[in-house]
Nanobody
Framework: QVQLVESGGGLVQAGESLRLSCVASGTIFSINAMGWYRQAPGKQREMVATITSGGSINYADSVKGRFTISRDNAKNTVYLQMNSLKPEDTAVYYC???????????????WGQGTQVTVSS
């Protein structure tokens, strides 16, 4: 079994910063891409940032220059540093990872439970 656990969400004012963390645990053999997605009330879930095991990074246009994704492969952890936060960044942020479990050939996509980020104006 595999679990993704996010932490670091909260309530901040516009212009402030937050750092999200997500730790993957369980019977993990390998992790390919990891990423952060968000879902605001009444909207579809959208990609925020992704990072491959080799370090290739992709950002949504709305967060470029403000958010930074990074990962620690030894700790099976992905981070999202969010600076210059705006009210429109308010959403539930979800961690995602493509994981190959020990004893299995294929990779599967796993999601965390989500962490709330609220930015007040």
């Amino acid at each position: 079994q595999v679990q993704l656990v996010e932490s670091g969400g909260g309530l901040v004012q516009a212009g402030e910063s937050l750092r999200l963390s997500c730790v993957a645990s369980g019977t993990i053999f390998s992790i390919n891409a990891m990423g952060w997605y968000r879902q605001a009330p009444g909207k579809q879930r959208e990609m925020v940032a992704t990072i491959t095991s080799g370090g290739s990074i992709n950002y949504a246009d709305s967060v470029k220059g403000r958010f930074t994704i990074s990962r620690d492969n030894a700790k099976n952890t992905v981070y999202l540093q969010m600076n210059s936060l705006k009210p429109e960044d308010t959403a539930v942020y979800y961690c995602n990872a493509n994981i190959q479990r020990t004893g299995y050939w294929s990779y599967n996509s796993y999601w965390g439970q989500g962490t709330q980020v609220t930015v007040s104006s």
